[in-house]
């Protein structure tokens, strides 16, 4: 079954280049482009759609205003931003989107995107709901990925830090972690590390260039310089 696709960007060259990109992928269909997101909501809200690319910056109704919308609405289609703004990406994941990526659009990024776009629609037919195995004290504990902090390793041992505790997640590592919980709000920010961005509080200059990240809890772990890039791409200002 085709995935029903929707551009939206007052920008006609922007919409031919996803169109594009769009192009290499067979099962995505292009239902509809609009150049403004008030008439891209009355089409989603009339016709539906399983996925839409939106910018940020356009004229009147914005495409922060058209994602906070869009949560509003029942089976609403999966939310990808496109935009040349790196100031939003923090805002965006609030609002539920899947992805943001910066232009021009790098088609290795595109397609990474593509890929969890499938994945988040296979998981929605199937009605499949992933969660998180955790003990403690002899005890198991179902964990859904949005009340993790973040998982930790120690001793080749992985651990999850929630509001109630650390939890020990036997079987799992970071890397099938990672993978797990690719249609969640998770990043890697150091070998020993995987975040839930949304429980990230404030980046802290630390010393030689490198950073410490400030959890919700009031937990700092370490940003890797070699994951520092592609932070600051999806969450920091370019």
Known sequence: ?????????????????????????????VEGEFDNAFDALNSILSNGADVVFFDVEMPGFNGIQ????????????????ITAYSDYAVKAFELNALDYLLKPVDPQRFGEMIAKVREKISHRESGKIDFIVGEKKSSLFLLKPEDIIYFY??????????????????????????????????????KGYLVNVREIKKVIPWFKGKYLIEMSNGDRVPLSPH?????REKFLNA
């Open 1 to 29: 079954m085709a995935v029903r696709a929707i551009i939206v960007d007052d920008e006609e060259p922007a919409r031919e280049e996803i169109k594009y990109l769009l192009s290499h992928f067979k099962d995505f269909s």
């Open 66 to 81: 058209l994602a906070e919308a869009l949560k509003n609405v029942k089976n609403a289609p999966i939310v990808v931003f």
């Open 153 to 190: 390793s120690e001793k080749e041992k992985v651990f999850a830090k929630t509001k109630d505790g650390d939890m020990y997640c036997k079987g799992l590592t970071l890397q099938s972690a990672e993978e797990k919980l690719v249609n969640y709000h998770y990043f890697r920010v150091h």
């Open 227 to 231: 994951r520092q890039k592609e932070f």
